[in-house]
């Protein structure tokens, strides 16, 4: 029997405080003109100070398993894409695992940061395939304005704080009817670990640390690394990538999306982009843009969705998946 992955429900959340590009150019020396022409960002959300990472999961997960149609109880698998855990241990998805009330399962984090969803489905859908689980809660949550330097214009202007899950389930191939994850690809290369980076850590120097990236440098990898995944996964699953429906970036830089959209022959009305509005959310960007795009009726059952990320490490990765 051969076991698919299906995405049955999807759900995110964000923190209600907004930050416009106006209220960043009362702290640093930037503009709402400059933040807007180089990346797309107006605003972004920002976490309360009594909002943690688990507390933005919970209410995500919250809502994709009422999207899906199950309960805390159904869940067996919970992974956690996060850079900015609630504490260095236990995991996110322990924490998220008791604060929903789900029983004993298999539950871990994952730290590819902007690339962590995409780590995180690929990764479940590997573990559902096998056959060892059957329900699995994926989220993205991110409470990254924690590890912002808000003196470094360079990078502060970039983030936003959210979350966004998915529920995924095995189904036979046969009721799958074509639906479920159908590649992923997943790298990192660590000798570029210094184009992005957090200067401080548990092991390194006892601190939590703040963001460091050369942009540039970053920007130049980014649309060669993150189209050769797309391809990698399309050749995969064997379809024309100029076949896909949908496709949902990791929201770092709208020209970023573009330089994509462009090398692959795609068309900007199938982009589902949130940048203008989130920033960059880090692990939790791609599924708050997918659960947007359902949301509004633009991802249907049956549609081909393409996923991708590049973060730190550096890593990039892409997955496909028909809804
Ligand atoms: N406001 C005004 N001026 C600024 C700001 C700001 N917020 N930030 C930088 N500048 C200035 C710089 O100092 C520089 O000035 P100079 O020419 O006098 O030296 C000038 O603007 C141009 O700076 P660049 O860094 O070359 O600007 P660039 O066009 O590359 O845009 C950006 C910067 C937006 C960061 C872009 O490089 C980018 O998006 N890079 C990729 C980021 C990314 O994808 N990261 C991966 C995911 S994130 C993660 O994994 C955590």
Same mark, same amino acid.
């Given at each position: ?25 009362? %702290?640093? /020396?930037?503009? $709402? *003109? ?5 990346? !797309? +960002? ?6 309360? #100070? ?116 998915? %529920?995924? /389930?095995?189904? $036979? *191939? ?5 639906? !479920? +994850? ?6 990192? #290369? ?134």
């Amino acid at each position: 029997m051969t076991l698919k992955a299906v995405v049955t429900g999807c759900g995110s959340y964000l923190p209600p405080d907004v930050m416009t590009n106006h209220d960043l150019s009362a %702290i640093v /020396e930037t503009s $709402d *003109e400059w933040i807007r022409e180089r990346t !797309g +960002i107006r605003e972004r959300h920002i976490a309360g #100070d009594d909002q943690r990472t688990s507390d933005l999961g919970v209410e995500a997960a919250k809502k994709a398993l009422a999207a899906a149609g199950r309960s805390p109880a159904d869940v067996d698998l919970i992974i956690v894409a996060t850079t900015t855990p609630d504490l260095t241990f236990p995991s996110t998805a322990a924490i998220i695992q008791a604060k929903l009330g789900a029983p004993a399962a298999t539950a871990f984090d994952i730290q590819a940061v902007c690339t962590g969803f995409v780590y995180a489905v690929g990764t479940a859908q590997k573990f559902l395939a096998s056959g060892q689980h059957k329900c699995a809660l994926v989220i993205g949550a991110e409470t990254f304005s924690r590890i912002l330097d808000w003196s470094d214009r360079t990078t502060c202007v970039l983030f936003g704080d959210g979350a966004g899950a998915f %529920i995924i /389930e095995a189904m $036979d *191939e046969g009721d799958a009817n074509g639906r !479920g +994850i159908m590649a992923s690809f997943l790298r990192c #290369d660590g000798r570029m670990a210094d184009l992005l980076y957090v200067d401080g850590g548990v092991s390194a120097t006892q601190t939590t640390g703040h963001v460091r990236m050369q942009g540039n440098k970053v920007f130049r990898e980014a649309i060669e690394r993150i189209s050769a995944a797309m391809l990698a996964v399309a050749e995969e699953a064997k379809v024309d990538p100029r076949s896909i429906d949908w496709f949902v970036p990791h929201q770092a830089n709208e020209r970023i999306i573009h330089g994509v959209v462009k090398k692959l022959d795609l068309r900007p009305d199938q982009v589902i982009s949130t940048i203008a509005r989130h920033g960059n959310t880090s692990a939790a960007s791609i599924p708050l843009a997918f659960c947007e795009g359902v949301e509004d009726g633009r991802i249907k059952r049956g549609d081909l969705v393409m996923l991708e990320g590049m973060g730190g490490g550096l890593t990039w990765g892409a997955a496909l998946l028909r809804v």
